[in-house]
Nanobody
Framework: QVQLVESGGGLVQAGGSLRLSCAASGRTFGGYAVGWFRQAPGKEREFVTAISWTSSNKYYAESVKGRFTISRNNAQTAVYLQMNSLKPEDTAIYYC?????????????????WGQGTQVTVSS
């Protein structure tokens, strides 16, 4: 069982930046693809970005391309989501998810493990 913990959410003004972190409790992310998803009030969960288990492939939703960056640290203990030029429409609960030996898909159904989420609020 992999337990994921997100952190780094908060309130920021439009145009600002936040960095979200996702850590796997008691283990590393070695061998896991990790994705970030978000869900705004009254909307369905949507894909944001993902990184393959080799870190060689990264994918981004069109709405965040050029503003958000996914990365993982060398020790494989955390995956980060750097969010720049934030917009009010980025307001949502952000979830990280992991899939063993994953190719980093956009489908949430592919991921076996999910965190509890962290709230990101962007004020205008």
């Amino acid at each position: 069982q992999v337990q994921l913990v997100e952190s780094g959410g908060g309130l920021v003004q439009a145009g600002g930046s936040l960095r979200l972190s996702c850590a796997a409790s008691g283990r590393t992310f070695g061998g896991y693809a990790v994705g970030w998803f978000r869900q705004a009030p009254g909307k369905e969960r949507e894909f944001v970005t993902a990184i393959s288990w080799t870190s060689s492939n990264k994918y981004y939703a069109e709405s965040v391309k050029g503003r958000f960056t996914i990365s993982r640290n060398n020790a494989q203990t955390a995956v980060y989501l750097q969010m720049n030029s934030l917009k009010p429409e980025d307001t949502a609960i952000y979830y990280c998810a992991a899939e063993r030996w994953g190719a980093a898909t956009m489908s949430g159904a592919s991921y076996n493990y999910w965190g509890q989420g962290t709230q990101v609020t962007v004020s205008s």
